[in-house]
């Protein structure tokens, strides 16, 4: 029997360790802190000119169900051979930020997908987590017709000669991001999948995710 190359036995860990991965590629230093609670003065003493709290006004109060995000139709086409109902990556404040990935490998093709929501407290602090965000992906470029603004990028990794194609695509809608990352690799070819099959189908899933964002509030 042909034995797994040691790339592909590295890439192959527990799953939490993978999950751990594709969090880190949708989370990190930009993470909305919890909302601290304000004691609500007397109406008597409210006046009658201020302004609305970011809580009241804000389009987007709760993630929706994450792995509910993306259907099992576009699961089954990304990720063959993975689980549909997916896996919830545990998080500290889900009102916040609900990620699930899928991954799989089908002989030796490998593939990951993983769907990340995160709300935020106005619209202000997505457009600047967004606008970090892109800037640190540079050489992608727009996604017209999802969310009020999306960016699309596609870069190539090379590990002990097993190349990895990665696809990220991240939406911003008002206080609100979904953030797709989906890669793979040929363990027998050592090669990856093509840009244009990485690019597409990040965008794909990013659309659902939209969707699914949308259809939840």
Do not use: H
């Amino acid at each position: 029997m042909r034995s797994l190359p040691l790339a592909l036995t590295a890439r192959l860990a527990p799953v939490v360790v993978l999950a751990a991965a594709g969090w880190a590629l949708s989370s990190g230093p930009l993470a909305a802190p919890a909302a601290t609670e304000k004691k609500a003065a007397p109406d008597g003493e409210r006046s009658p000119s201020a302004p609305a709290t970011a809580a009241a006004t804000r389009t987007y109060r709760d993630s929706p169900a994450p792995c509910e995000g993306i259907t099992k139709k576009t699961v089954t086409a990304l990720v063959p051979g993975a689980k549909t109902a997916g896996k919830e990556i545990p998080s500290t404040d889900e009102s916040l930020r609900r990620t699930c990935s899928w991954n799989a490998l089908k002989s030796f093709d490998y593939r990951w997908l993983d769907i990340s929501y995160e709300i935020k407290k106005s619209d202000e602090s997505a457009l600047a987590a967004y606008k970090q965000r892109t800037t640190e992906k540079s050489g992608g470029g727009k996604v017209p017709g999802v969310g009020d603004e999306a960016y699309s990028v596609v870069n190539l990794t090379t590990d002990d000669k097993q190349q990895t194609r990665e696809g990220m695509v991240i939406v911003r809608a008002s206080n609100a991001l979904v953030v797709v990352t989906y890669n793979g690799s040929d363990f027998e070819t050592k090669k990856a999948p093509a840009t244009d099959e990485i690019n597409k189908g990040a965008i794909k899933a990013a659309k659902e995710g939209m969707a699914a964002l949308e259809a939840a509030q």
